[in-house]
């Protein structure tokens, strides 16, 4: 099966201004991510998707190939679809989306989520990871529930499941998922869900993945082992991920 795999970045982010040209070890943020992407050898053709020049000439100096949209798109996964229709790209069997300030996706995430459509049949699929309960306390860590067949049943910045009763704490660990920012479609899936107009949920959460949820499709999710490693959102995430990346790449993939 062929597979598309495109990185949405846009360079309005407010809480880290000009995020995808920020450095992580002396390289644009934007540029780690497709490097990344390309060496987890998982997809047959790589793109970026930008509402900025700045991008578009970034990845081209770095030697990347790049693709402008529309700067208004509610969602990546809605920029995504741009570049998928605009640009032809509509004839592999299917598409990866990994986020612009995710580069420290690992391999197993994107392995994973494309396994869900490629050979568990699903149409979207997803990872999460298991993590310790305190994580539930913290909303810029979204959290997911799934049902026995590994379906996501809802994504929330909330404290999902939430610990009603002490008594039930031994189980809580085995049950608390932080969600991985990756997904894949098949061509098919990724069109109707950009045509569902934007969800009530996924303005409130500010999460796109609700907007399927709700219309019914289904998301099959990948649970895979640590480490936890977020997306790069603060400045505070920046100093960080500039603090681990040397011991990144030869120790995951």
Avoid at 218 to 229: E, F, K, N, Q, S
Avoid at 244 to 252: A, G
């Amino acid at each position: 099966m062929r597979t598309l795999a495109v990185i949405p970045a846009r360079l309005g982010a407010t809480r880290l201004p000009r995020k995808p040209l920020r450095l992580l070890a002396g390289v644009p943020i934007i540029v780690r991510v497709m490097e990344r992407v390309r060496a987890l050898r998982v997809a047959d053709t790589v793109v970026v998707a930008t509402d900025s020049e700045e991008v578009i000439r970034c990845i081209q100096d770095a030697g990347g190939e790049a693709i402008p949209t529309a700067v208004h798109h509610p969602s990546g996964t809605d920029r995504v679809a741009e570049v998928v229709r605009v640009a032809g790209l509509g004839e592999f069997d299917a598409i990866l989306n990994v986020q612009g300030d995710e580069p420290f996706v690992s391999g197993a995430a994107v392995r994973g989520a494309l396994a869900q459509v490629t050979e568990l049949g699903f149409s979207l699929g997803t990872a999460a990871v298991r993590a310790p309960h305190p994580v539930l306390a913290d909303p810029n860590a979204v959290k997911v529930v799934t049902a026995d067949d590994g379906a996501a049943m809802y994504f929330s910045r909330a404290p999902i499941p939430y610990l009603r009763d002490d008594s039930d704490a031994a189980e809580l660990d085995e049950h608390v998922l932080l969600h991985v920012g990756v997904y894949a479609y098949t061509p098919d899936a990724l069109a109707r869900w950009v045509f569902l107009p934007p969800h009530d949920l996924e303005r409130i959460e500010r999460l796109e993945q609700l907007r399927p949820l709700a219309a019914g499709m289904r998301m099959g999710v990948a649970v895979i082992d640590g480490p936890l490693r977020g997306g790069i959102d603060t400045e505070a995430d920046l100093e960080r991920a500039n603090r681990e990346w040397t011991t990144f790449l030869p120790s995951e993939s």
